[in-house]
């Protein structure tokens, strides 16, 4: 029935004020308002329809896409969007297209690599869209190994040019978003060579295709790679192949900020560290740990209300079955991924305020925080991105059967999702990153140069090391500082561990290298420990809103208890905990299910996702399910005839065979 609210009941049982969760969730009333006219911007609009997506084929579904990305564009300057309202409607429009890259990679490129001259040059044509650009840094050889890259940008003193060129076919640029049939511009990662001698890897501007006909400039071939993984999907990206024959570009299309190549083809290095050609991926990183927590969050969403509608079992004297999300295993499944997404949302704001605060300080030539900003963008960007995978994934399980339907929305929003694992720096690459960092770090411990920010708990060390945690009773686990100090002795100890393992190598390098997957464990029990916290730090603030601080420290509770319950092995292990506490902490952990149950639906409501956003029947807001699945399952192309085509061809000379036979 159009109008009820099927989930009425489970929204009454709400213990706090649902709508200044939404505030404290967007991140402040102002994200929120701007958020909530954006997304209703986008769902009233039918030009920005999505429910057909996954039945389209490639051609249809790009064009589509360039039908949505540039009607978006159009929206914006009607209605004289700012840059962040536009930024938020292209989020709303839910559709991978080149135009994140444009925005997200390319116009970032040269504003950090590229000098003041350079920025005044190209970024007014970029912001007008009168080019647009992609970010050409991976290989079909190399994506992981920056320093392996083959592209090769050689200057030429007579006529004061580079010669970009690929000279074999694993230096064909290979994957770059927005490439394959769009961009005509790229920020192209080459070697630098100066006079016969390598000077690494540098980022040049390189125009692509005409401005007049889009046709490749000559020296050049590019294509779209082809399909990728699920149906609609990552598909509607042209993410594409480049190759170089000789390629000429003017010697100022080298972005100078971080080195310089003079007329005579000297190179000079700026005061910047060299890493700073790096820099795109540490602001993409930090944004991607933002996208993490929407990503899950969207599935949570889904996932919940479905387990408040579905009902299996438990039946007694003709009354209603149960929900299954008052089983305890489904539970204990969905709260922590619900508690993850919060944690997740709080960790990517201070993620945000730790990349501005390194980006102002690079400005002022302050490069101490560098390496910290770069192991927490790349530590948390990794650790974010696998839960969240994971966790669409099983929140599809936990819609049975109907989570598997394409109108259940996980299975496209999965296939969208689980190429952030690799993405951006495969996660496992990206913890050893962290690691390398940590292993740094105890090296230097009784330096004189106390740790500073989120690895100064090991300047704790020796109280670290010899601690044992106090807790006597399950409700001892809701002291945050019980908790704090399991994490952070959970990660020194399995540092030290590493490092004194380590030690015993006389290469470093191959002790590295033999003990790499002790060395990733360790870095993600640094990531946990900042994530939980960060969400103490949270939780510090002041929030205003009936209940909502509290509904705060039961999910904080839950995101903690439920780690330490996961990895007990490790707690264990490096014997700060009892088996007796470990016990405890699943009892507190058991109670605090208890204590989210009846909040769940408003914990998603405070989500403020549109159904056009979340693109699901299994999570629509009025809980209506059935029915709209059933009317879905008609809609269905195969459904348009009650004989399908084929029957003439396949199925009636089968069924006549089968009846041969069966008169034999
Ligand atoms: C708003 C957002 C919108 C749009 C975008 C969002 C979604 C769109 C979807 C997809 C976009 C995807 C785009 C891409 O994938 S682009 C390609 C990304 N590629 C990678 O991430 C490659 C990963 N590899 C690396 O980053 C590096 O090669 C490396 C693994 C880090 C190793 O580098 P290498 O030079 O060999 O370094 P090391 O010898 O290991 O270290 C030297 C030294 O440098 C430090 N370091 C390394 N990286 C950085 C950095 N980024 N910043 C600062 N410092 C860095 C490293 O720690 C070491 O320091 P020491 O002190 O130990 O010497
Ligand atoms: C959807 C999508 C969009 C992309 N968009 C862009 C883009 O716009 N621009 C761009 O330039 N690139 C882009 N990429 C490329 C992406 O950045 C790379 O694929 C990514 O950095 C991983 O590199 P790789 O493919 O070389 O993986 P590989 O490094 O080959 O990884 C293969 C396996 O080897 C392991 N491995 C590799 N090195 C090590 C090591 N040192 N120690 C231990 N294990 C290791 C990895 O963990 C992994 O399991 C995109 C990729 C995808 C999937």
Redesign the pocket.
Known sequence: MEGVDYLADERKKTEFDVEEMKIVWAGSRHTFEVSDRMAKLVANDPVFRKDDRVMLARKDLFKNTLRKATYAWKRINELRLSEEEASKLRSFVDEPAFTD?HWG?FVPAIKGQGTDEQQKKWLPLAYKMQIIG?????ELG???NVQGLETTATFDPQTDEFVIHSPTLTSSKW???GLGKVSTHGVVYARLILDGQEHGIHGFIVQLRSLEDHRPLPGITVADIGM?FGSGA?NTMD?GLLRFDHVRIPRDQMLMRVSQVTRDGKIVQSDVPRQLVYGTMVYVRQTIVQDASIALSRAVCIATRYSAVRRQFGSSNGGPETQVIDYKTQQSRLFPLLASAYAFRFVGEWLKWLYTDVTQRLQANDFSTLPEAHACTAGLKSLTTSVTADGIEESRKLCGGHGYLASSGLPELFAVYV?AC?????N??LM?QVARFLMKTVSQLGSGKPPVGTISYMGRIEQLMQCRCAVKKAGDWLNPNAVLEAFEARAARMSVSCAQKLSKFSNPEEGFAEL?ADLVEAAVAHCQLIVVSKFFEKLQQDIPGKGVKRQLEVLCGVYSLHLLHKHQGDFLATSYITPKQASLANDQLRELYSQVRPNAIALVDAFNYTDHYLGSILGCYDGNVYPKLYEAAWRDPLNDSVIPDGYEQYIRPLLKQQLRVAKL
């Open positions: 890259l990679m992609c970010y050409a840094q991976t190399h994506g992981s994957w770059p978003g990728k990552y993410n190429p690799t993405y951006e720096g495969d496992t690459v050893l790499s």
